[in-house]
């Protein structure tokens, strides 16, 4: 596996396996209803490039497939961690969620974990600031605000 930074030529690859990801593994912690309004299947391309283009975004691959992907922004927040369905439990968050760590080196990092990446982050050594709903089309969903200092 190598691990890259972002190209503009990876956003569409990425909305998929982001898609795939949420729609597979996170339906063992959230309704059909909720995966519907977190991951709709439409994306804004443009939208997705921008922001990890902005972030510091790194894309795991393995045998030329992507396999994962993640992105923190300047201030620490780690925004998105995602590891395609047919390749979980094989340390590539670990890995990518690695350098992205590195690459902040004093503070906070923060990130919005869902039911799901709780476990991962809590094992990282990140802590629960505070349960939350966030509110997608009326439909409540989820997730942890947690911190790990750096």
């Known amino acids: 596996m190598i691990i890259r930074k972002y190209l503009p030529s ?30 709709t299947g439409i994306v ?13 975004t790194l894309v795991a691959i393995s045998e030329d497939i992507i396999v994962g992907f ?22 590539i968050a670990s890995a990518i969620c690695d350098k992205l760590e590195h690459t902040f080196q004093v503070g906070k990092i923060t990130t919005h974990a869902s039911i799901t990446a709780k476990p991962f982050f809590l094992q990282r050594g990140y802590k629960i600031v505070k349960e939350q709903q966030v ?11 947690m911190e790990k200092q750096v």
């Not at 982001?18 to 996170?26: A, Q, R």
């Not at 927040?77 to 094989?90: A, G, M």
């Not at 509110?135 to 605000?145: D, F, G, Q, V, W």
């Open 135 to 145: 509110i997608r089309e009326n439909i409540p969903l989820t997730n942890y605000i």
């Open 70 to 91: 993640g992105d923190i922004d300047k201030t620490g927040y780690l925004d998105r961690l995602y590891v395609h369905k047919n390749y979980q439990n094989q340390g």
């Open 10 to 39: 990876d956003c569409k690859y990425l909305t998929e396996l982001f898609y795939n990801t949420v729609h597979s593994i996170n339906a063992k912690d959230y309704t059909d209803e909720q995966l519907n309004v977190w991951a």
């Open 44 to 56: 804004d391309i443009e939208e997705w490039n921008r922001s990890l283009s902005e972030h510091y």
